[in-house]
């Protein structure tokens, strides 16, 4: 069982991730090692050309990761990215972002996680990252 | 020589990347092959804890690296990201980052950079990344 | 349905990787888009410590991911690595590795697959890699 | 000043990493944080298309930063690969490989360096790694 309930995870991101508050991010579901991220399409997050960029897609796959970690360890803020890695597949259409993130392998020190972005049920992004966990 | 100057840059920042714009990202030098790009610390870009987040720093890398791209190829806003790889090396202080990137490659079809970003002349994070370059 | 057979790229690896051959890798199993490649435990792949080497972990995803866009595209030779992340997640037994590879991604240029490694039933290992795919 | 001297990394290499001497690789010189390394053109080496194979790039690549890790702390054979990323640039000629790695950061647990590859002064392959330092 989740260690964190989407209703927690999106209340973190609304008092202490104002980045992503700013850009409408939700939780939309989570379980133990599973999180599901929602993204949706605006106007200022696009780059040239009109989908969304590059670094949000970056920036949703980090707060997946980020909710897939505390559906593990519970509620420590402190967690934080060590290494992060993303390949960019496809361009997305334009419309809302979702994330896909399951863990990889969990330990006393170290989690790693991997992403897929979807955009109208195509993958858009794959992306791999490391949290070092506080003792 | 660089092919565009950092005032162009500055504008496609303001006119096309309303991201960056939002975080007064600004480029500070230019020449061909390197750059020197700008964000100041905002309460907005922080993470828990006090630092800015570890997405600000893709978002301030990648933005860097679009930069050194257009140096070596000129304004080509369709130029965009294949991959991006970064380590986190070091919390940074309370205040502006600075990125400095450079080319390691360009080629007809693809274009890979580095980037350091440093808070207060320590190195906080190194990333690298390729560009797929248009016909 | 696979475009190569497993003998068929056993036989590309006793004729063209010769450094795959002497360390006796070898396809187990291939399906559209999948593959099982096993490096059998030996003296001169081991490290400081005796478990098998980071680089041959590396060796053995490489391949591994050979074998996935071959099962997607057939016998083309020149598909190559372009680039390739792995993260570490424990140290292997004394043992055979299994790697799992599958694509996550096949267009006309590249195809992006994933890796893990197995040591006895534990992931060792995780890769994601691309390749260019020639015209 | 290094903590480690050529001739000590090329006697690991020759009694602890039985792969990298079946390969003949060796340190041609070192420095604190520094370390260049040679990789001589064998057929065994090669991949279809007659150049060294991406995975005997990545092991030059990850044996040239082991030698810069010990550079800065010694003869520590524990010390090992967290993380490794690589982009290939460029087929190599049919001739020796040279991986000139340096540090970009060492702290007490982890270590980050970089790698590049030259073949015949072109730079054919850069990669980035983490290393854990044992307590």
Redesign the interface.
């Known amino acids: 069982m989740s260690k964190i309930t989407t209703q927690q995870f999106n209340q ?1 991101i609304e008092h ?4 992503a508050a ?1 850009a409408d991010m939700r939780l939309q579901s989570i379980e133990s090692g599973k999180a599901v991220m929602i993204l949706p399409y605006h ?7 009109g989908s969304i ?4 897609m ?2 949703l796959a ?2 997946c990761m980020y909710a897939v970690v505390l559906s593990m360890i519970g509620k420590v ?2 967690a ?12 997305p259409t334009e419309s809302d972002l979702i994330a896909e993130g399951k863990i ?2 969990v ?1 006393k020190r ?1 989690a ?1 996680m ?1 992403v ?1 972005i979807f955009s109208e049920e195509d ?1 858009v992004a ?1 992306a ?1 990252g ?1 949290y070092s966990i506080p003792p």
């Open positions: 973190i202490e991730l104002p980045w700013d106007q200022r997050s696009v780059r040239p050309g960029s590059g670094p949000h970056m920036m980090d707060a803020e402190l934080v990215t060590t290494s992060f890695n993303i390949n960019f597949l496809r361009k990889i392998k330990g170290l790693v991997e897929s993958i794959h791999t490391t």
